[in-house]
């Protein structure tokens, strides 16, 4: 069975800190991973996703997260975190081997950022 | 612009009535999923249909009923059967693959 963890339930940074939110993944073949943000009150807006080639993908508002195979793991990385980046944020896995394309989200990390 | 449109944002039941959810994408998506989101629960899915006429259960089914009549169209109906319906609801399209999901903006439950 597939699952993600997100060890981290909250985090707080600094405004022009860096962030890097953790994300262990489990399945059985090629995984595909995604990270998703959620203002409150909002629908999950597609961040970066990676499928192969490149483990290092950029996304939208500065992100980037690197896939480790050898570590199950897909962090999500800014070098310089603003205070519209405060949200909660979700990593989830499917695979080729997953008919239906059903993703498993983990449980989230609230980021909160400090003037 | 394509999309996935929820509605109504906010919606409030008395106990013991049925209440409907609707989700709409213009997207061409085969697949729809409904979740429900708890705080510090994350997302869980509810029920979810891949193809038209098509649905399955998924890991809170209990309480809750959907159809899938036209592509476009997946609503869901919380029941009185459903004990704790207080909650946020996001309905979300896909493709079968690997392109991910494409979530609405999510509908927020409240029994009164």
């Known amino acids: 069975a597939q699952s993600v963890t997100q060890p981290d339930i909250h985090i707080t940074v600094s405004e022009g800190a860096s962030l890097e939110l953790r994300c262990n993944y489990s399945y059985g073949a090629t995984p595909y991973l995604f990270w998703y943000v959620q203002s409150p009150g909002q629908g999950l807006q597609l961040l970066l996703k990676y499928f192969s080639g490149d483990t290092l993908v950029q996304g939208i508002k500065g992100f980037e997260a690197e896939f480790k195979r050898s570590q199950s793991s897909f962090n999500l990385r800014k070098p310089s975190v603003h205070w519209s980046d405060a949200a909660e944020y979700f990593c989830?896995?499917?695979?080729?081997?997953?008919?239906?394309?059903?993703?498993?989200f983990g449980g989230g990390t609230r980021l909160m950022v400090k003037p | 612009d394509g999309g996935i449109t929820q509605s109504p944002k906010y919606l409030f039941r008395k106990e013991g009535q049925n209440v409907t959810l609707s989700c709409e994408q213009n997207?061409?998506?085969?697949?729809m999923y409904w979740y429900r989101q708890d705080p510090g629960q994350g997302l869980r899915l509810i029920y979810y249909?891949?193809?038209?006429?098509?649905?399955q259960k998924g890991d809170i089914a209990e309480g809750y009923s959907v159809s899938r009549e036209k592509k476009e169209s997946f609503p869901l109906t919380v029941t009185s059967a459903q004990k704790n319906p207080t909650a946020f609801y996001l309905c979300?399209?896909?493709?079968?693959?690997?392109?991910?999901?494409?979530f609405g903006s999510g509908t927020r439950l409240t029994v009164v």
């Open positions: 997207l061409n998506h085969d697949a």
């Open positions: 249909s891949q193809i038209v006429n098509d649905f």
């Open positions: 989830a896995v499917t695979g080729i081997n997953n008919a239906g394309n059903m993703l498993t």
């Open positions: 979300a399209s896909g493709f079968p693959g690997t392109a991910g999901y494409t």
